[in-house]
């Protein structure tokens, strides 16, 4: 009595129940997407939200106490952008790819309107706070413009912040506490290499927020 060896094109396709959609439109492709495609993209941008969630928590409570935390300020602001960076890169794969028509992107389908439209300003708030922070920096106290920019672009970013937070925390929540389950880690491809991404990202922020710390103790004097 012989046993019945599935062929690998019938193995390919047994279990959708067990696969994710992103998972099953690879299998038919026939060609695997290291970085999970679709699912993946949510995935990295949802856990780097969470770290960016984090630090800004971290920098908000610097803001309270500015006279005796303005060096952790300024620490904690160099770690953020690399995060910062990973988490434009991936909204912004996303992006290109929907309006390159890319079918799985498509299908995901895109944010409401309101926060595309948002989107634009939130970003281009995000790099005005951080380089505006970063020039202050270098600056030591000799430039009021620049100050009075980083406190407005600041003020402005909160506010957008607030509705994009506001609007995309379930998601975020949704997003992660599925990725944590081992069904999805296994139906997902590129778990390893977004979880070095973020590491990197993360690292590399400390790494140079430590090496700019005289920069920071001479800005203070």
């Given at each position: 009595?012989?046993s019945?060896?599935a062929?690998?094109?019938?193995?390919?396709a047994?279990?959708p129940a067990?696969?994710?959609?992103a998972a099953?439109?690879?299998?038919?492709?026939?060609?695997?997407?290291?970085?999970?495609?679709t699912?993946g993209?949510?995935?990295?941008?949802?856990?780097?939200?969470a770290?960016?969630?984090?630090l800004?928590a971290?920098?908000?409570l610097t803001?309270l106490?500015?006279?005796?935390?303005?060096t952790?300020h300024?620490?904690v602001?160099?770690?953020?952008?690399?995060?910062v960076?990973?988490?434009?890169?991936?909204?912004?794969?996303?992006f290109?790819?929907?309006?390159?028509r890319?079918?799985?992107?498509?299908?995901k389908?895109?944010?409401?309107?309101?926060l595309?439209?948002?989107a634009?300003v939130?970003?281009?708030?995000?790099?005005?706070?951080l380089?505006s922070?970063?020039?202050l920096?270098?600056?030591?106290?000799?430039?009021?413009t620049?100050?009075?920019i980083?406190?407005?672009?600041?003020i402005?970013?909160?506010?957008?912040?607030?509705?994009?937070?506001?609007?995309?925390?379930?998601?975020?929540?949704?997003?992660?506490?599925?990725?944590?389950g081992?069904a999805?880690?296994?139906a997902?491809p590129?778990?390893g290499?977004?979880?070095m991404l973020?590491a990197?990202?993360l690292?590399?922020?400390?790494a140079v927020?430590i090496?700019?710390?005289?920069?920071?103790?001479?800005?203070q004097r």
């Open positions: 009595m012989r019945h060896v062929p690998p094109d019938e193995a390919l047994s279990g067990e696969r994710s959609p099953r439109s690879l299998a038919r492709l026939g060609r695997p997407d290291r970085w999970g495609g699912e993209n949510e995935l990295l941008t949802s856990a780097t939200a770290v960016l969630t984090v800004l971290a920098e908000g803001i106490n500015m006279g005796g935390l303005r952790a300024m620490f602001g160099l770690v953020l952008i690399p995060p960076l990973v988490k434009l890169g991936s909204t912004g794969y996303r290109a790819r929907y309006y390159t890319s079918s799985a992107y498509r299908a389908g895109p944010p409401l309107l309101a595309r439209l948002l634009p939130l970003v281009a708030l995000t790099i005005a706070v380089v922070g970063v020039l920096m270098v600056a030591g106290h000799k430039s009021d620049l100050l009075l980083h406190k407005a672009s600041f402005g970013w909160g506010a957008v912040f607030a509705v994009h937070f506001l609007a995309y925390i379930p998601r975020v929540a949704r997003s992660l506490s599925a990725g944590l081992a999805r880690r296994e997902v590129g778990a290499l977004r979880a973020l990197a990202a690292g590399g922020g400390v927020a090496a700019l710390l005289p920069t920071i103790e001479a800005w």
